[in-house]
C-alpha cells in the first residue's frame, strides 16, 4: 500500500544541523511534487518546503529559507529535509506528504502522510 | 501571503448532528482549498480537495463547498470517529501554501 516513512528526527542544539528522511513505498515516487509540513506542540499545521517531481523546482517557506534544503533521489524513493542553523523555534513534528494526483499529474494538496519524525531544538 | 481563517474555534456537537464549519480566504484562492482531519496523535487525513472532491475512500457525509474566499466543510450526521480537529489548506496563491488555524469538533 502507499506508505510513507520518516526518519532523523531527534534533540539538537540550536545552530546545529539535522537531515530528515522520507521513504516512499506503494507508488511511482517520480511522478508526485513532495512537500515537508510541521506541526509544533500542540499547534496547527505549518507548510515548510515542496519540490517538484522531477527535483528541478523548490520552494520554501520565509522561515526556513536560507536554513532548509529540500532534496528527492528518485532512484532511491527517498525525500531529504537538509536543516541547517535551526533554532528553537523549528521544534516540530515534521511530516513528509504526498500531492494527491489530478488529472495527469499532482497538486498540491496532500492525500497521503508519514507517521511524523520528532524534532527538538533545544540547548 | 494568504491567511486562512477558520470559525468557529470549537463547535461543540452530539453524534447524529450535522456540523457546518467555515474557512475564509484573505484573497481568492479560486476552489484550490482542501480539507484535512486530525486526531491527536495521527497524522492529516486528506478528507476534501479543490474545494469539493472527496478524497479516496471518504465517506459521503463529509462533503465540500465554495469558491474565491468563502469555504464550507458539512459533516451531515456526525459518527463518534468524527470528534477531531479540521484544516482547511489552500494552492490557489503559492508560495506558501497556507493552512488555517484549525477547528475543534468536540462532543
Known amino acids: 500500500q502507499v506508505q510513507l516513512v520518516e526518519s532523523g528526527g531527534g534533540v539538537v542544539q540550536p545552530g546545529r544541523s539535522l537531515r530528515l528522511s522520507c521513504v516512499a513505498s506503494g507508488f511511482t515516487f517520480s511522478r508526485y511534487g513532495m512537500h515537508w509540513v510541521r506541526q509544533a506542540p500542540g499547534k496547527g499545521l505549518e507548510w515548510v518546503a515542496v519540490?517538484?517531481?522531477?527535483?528541478?523546482?523548490?520552494y520554501y517557506e520565509d522561515s526556513v529559507k536560507g536554513r532548509f534544503t529540500i532534496s528527492r533521489d528518485n532512484s532511491k524513493n527517498t525525500l531529504y529535509l537538509q536543516m541547517n542553523s535551526l533554532r528553537v523555534e523549528d521544534t516540530a513534528v515534521y511530516y513528509c506528504?504526498?500531492?494527491?494526483?489530478?488529472?495527469?499529474?499532482?497538486?498540491?494538496?496532500?492525500?497521503?502522510w508519514g507517521q511524523g519524525t520528532l524534532v527538538i531544538v533545544s540547548s | 501571503e494568504i491567511v486562512l481563517t477558520q470559525s468557529p474555534a470549537t463547535l461543540s456537537l452530539s453524534p447524529g448532528e450535522r456540523a457546518t464549519l467555515s474557512c475564509r480566504a484573505s484573497q481568492s484562492v479560486s476552489n484550490y482549498l482542501a480539507w484535512y482531519q486530525q486526531k491527536p496523535g495521527q497524522a492529516p487525513r486528506l478528507l476534501i480537495y479543490d474545494a469539493s472532491n472527496r478524497a479516496t475512500g471518504i465517506p459521503a457525509r463529509f462533503s465540500g463547498s465554495g469558491s474565491g474566499t468563502d469555504f464550507t466543510l458539512t459533516i451531515s450526521s456526525l459518527e463518534p470517529e468524527d470528534f477531531a480537529v479540521y484544516y482547511c489548506?489552500?494552492?490557489?496563491?503559492?508560495?506558501?501554501?497556507?493552512f488555517g488555524g484549525g477547528t475543534e469538533v468536540e462532543i
Open positions: 519540490i517538484w517531481s522531477d527535483g528541478n523546482n523548490k
Open positions: 506528504a504526498r500531492e494527491v494526483a489530478v488529472g495527469a499529474g499532482s497538486a498540491a494538496h496532500f492525500d497521503c
Open positions: 489548506q489552500q494552492r490557489g496563491n503559492w508560495p506558501p501554501f497556507t
